[in-house]
């Protein structure tokens, strides 16, 4: 069963799409269930002005990608750095035991970001 998070933003997701030119990309793998996700990026002035992505795989994973995108556009690089563990994890809610490879990519994705553009993590 899908909680209402995973629902909803696999079901609208408003992040997924291509940027012609980005100023940072993220990408990802899962090699146990085998789920990609993509991640464009426009940074202006150290804050994120635009992000969108591109998701292979299960629902959950696709919904990950969209609760990600949400939570860093429009948000400052050092603020995305300072998120402790229990704050990105509660972002997907209440899992089943087969969707918790999900917050695995979810702190995958913030990690890559922080230690691809330099930043420490608080």
């Given at each position: 069963m899908?909680n ?14 291509d ?7 993220i990408?990802?793998?899962?090699p146990?269930c ?5 991640v464009?990026l426009?940074?202006?002035d150290?804050?994120i ?6 998701a292979w ?6 919904a990950?990608?969209?609760?990600f995108c949400r939570?860093?556009e429009g948000?400052?690089?050092?603020t995305?750095s300072k998120?402790?563990t229990?704050?990105i994890s509660?972002?997907l809610g209440?899992?089943?035991?087969s969707?918790?490879?999900c917050l ?7 990690s890559?970001?922080?230690s ?7």
């Amino acid at each position: 069963m899908y909680n209402d998070i995973i629902v909803d933003n696999f079901s609208a997701p408003n992040y997924v799409g291509d940027l012609e030119t980005a100023d940072h990309e993220i990408e990802i793998g899962n090699p146990v269930c085998g789920d990609r996700i993509k991640v464009q990026l426009l940074i202006s002035d150290s804050q994120i002005s635009k992000a969108v992505f591109r998701a292979w795989g299960c629902a959950t994973s696709l919904a990950t990608a969209n609760v990600f995108c949400r939570s860093i556009e429009g948000q400052s690089i050092t603020t995305i750095s300072k998120r402790c563990t229990q704050e990105i994890s509660s972002m997907l809610g209440e899992l089943e035991p087969s969707q918790r490879h999900c917050l695995d990519i979810l702190s995958e994705l913030h990690s890559k970001l922080v230690s691809q553009l330099d930043i420490g993590v608080a």
